[in-house]
Each structure stands twice: as C-alpha cells, then as structure tokens.
C-alpha cells in the first residue's frame, strides 16, 4: 500500500522555523519526484515546492523562495521541508504528495497533511 | 490571486451532466490535470493531460481543452461526486511554477 505520512507541523512564533518530514512508502520513493502543496484554513490549494526524482532539480513558489528548502533522503524514503522566517500567512495544511511534473502536477499519491500555525 | 479561473460554485442534479471550467490564458499552452477533494480529506488525482483518467477514477469523469479553458465534465453525476474540483497548470511565465484554480464546490443536489 503506497503510504505518504507527514509530521512536523504545529504551532510556531513569526519569523520562527519549523522542519516537516514526509515518509514515504509503498512505492519506489527514489523514481517519484515530490511536490508540496499546502492548503489555507478554507481557502484552495497552493503549490509550494517540487523536487525532482534525483534532487537535481528544485524549484519553489515565489512566496517561500529563499525561505524554504526542501530536501529528500533516499536512504531513508523520507522528504523534508525545513521553513524559515515564517509568516502569519504561512499558516496552512502542508501536503507532501508523489507524482511528476511538466505542463500540469500529476500527484498520485498524497499524504494526509501536517498542520502549521503562524501565530503569537 | 489565481492566474486559473474556476467558478466558486456550481450545482447539478442527481444523475445528470456538469461541466467545470477552468480558465487561463497559460491553458492555451500546457495541460491541466484535475483535483477532487472532499471534507477533511487529501485531494485526489481524477484528470492529467487534459483527458487521462488515473487508474481507479470512473469513466463518467471526462477532460477537454478549448482555446484557453480546461473542462472537467461529469456524466450521469453520483452523490459521492459532490466535493471541490481543483484545476492545475504551469504558471502563465513558462517558468517551473505551477497554479491551482481557485476550486470549484460541486453540489449535487
């Protein structure tokens, strides 16, 4: 059963820094590349971050560039997104989810979400 | 704001057809795949490339492409079709960003 498990999230001051992991298993992590989306309380989903099968290729959204990082753990089966200098508007359901990319994201395998709260 | 349009809600009775629409010039250029989402749940892949179904998804659920629209269409509607609908492409850059509509709410009524 291909299984997408996130952790990490919580409760953080502004301009402080949180790490969310994704395990993944079920399926052969290192030929997947990995996206995280993140969803507001009741708003739509944003992409946030998408890595390439090999690492080679990263890329982020405008709104965390420079701020986030992610990064994968092959021997591990696991992806990380470390974030930094978070904001209020930070605050959302991060999903990690397995798939590729091009014209379009085709994320077929999506974790349950991990919830992180910007707040003083 | 979203370089994708969709409209935020739309309703459809039991067992007849709905199209949701996604709008972006970018759509004249790249592919869509398509979301579904129901209450407190992950979204789920239900279209790629326009008109793919992954493996799983039932035939009822159809994509297409005009101009600069992508269209999900749902034939003969089911009650567990009611959720959000999400659209996504590459941004209009080209660059490796890529934009999901605002959602669609389906009701089926």
């Known amino acids: 059963e291909v299984q997408l498990v996130e952790s990490g999230g919580g409760l953080v001051k502004p301009g402080g820094s949180l790490r969310l992991s994704c395990a993944a298993s079920g399926f052969t992590f290192s030929t997947y590349s990995i996206t995280w989306v993140r969803q507001s309380p009741g708003g739509g989903l944003e992409w946030v971050s998408s890595?390439?099968?090999?690492?080679?290729?990263?890329y982020y959204a405008d709104s965390v560039k420079g701020r986030f990082t992610i990064s994968r753990d092959y021997a591990k089966n696991s992806l990380y997104l470390q974030m930094n200098s978070l904001r209020a508007e930070d605050t959302a359901i991060y999903f990690c989810a397995g798939g590729d990319y091009g014209d379009y994201l085709r994320l077929d395998y999506w974790g349950q979400g991990a919830l992180v709260t910007v707040s003083s | 704001s979203s370089e994708l349009t969709q409209d935020p809600a739309v309703s459809v009775a039991l067992g007849q057809t709905v199209r949701i629409t996604c709008q972006g010039d970018s759509l004249r250029n790249y592919f869509a795949s398509w979301y579904q989402q129901k209450p407190g749940q992950a979204p789920l892949l239900v279209m790629y490339s326009q008109d793919t179904r992954p493996s799983g998804i039932p035939d009822r659920f159809s994509g297409s492409r005009s101009g600069n629209t992508a269209s999900l269409t749902i034939t003969g509607t089911q009650a567990e079709d009611e959720a959000d609908y999400y659209c996504n492409s590459r941004d209009i850059s080209g660059n490796h960003n890529w934009v999901f509509g605002g959602g669609t709410k389906l009701t089926v009524l």
């Open positions: 890595t390439s099968s090999t690492s080679d290729y990263i």
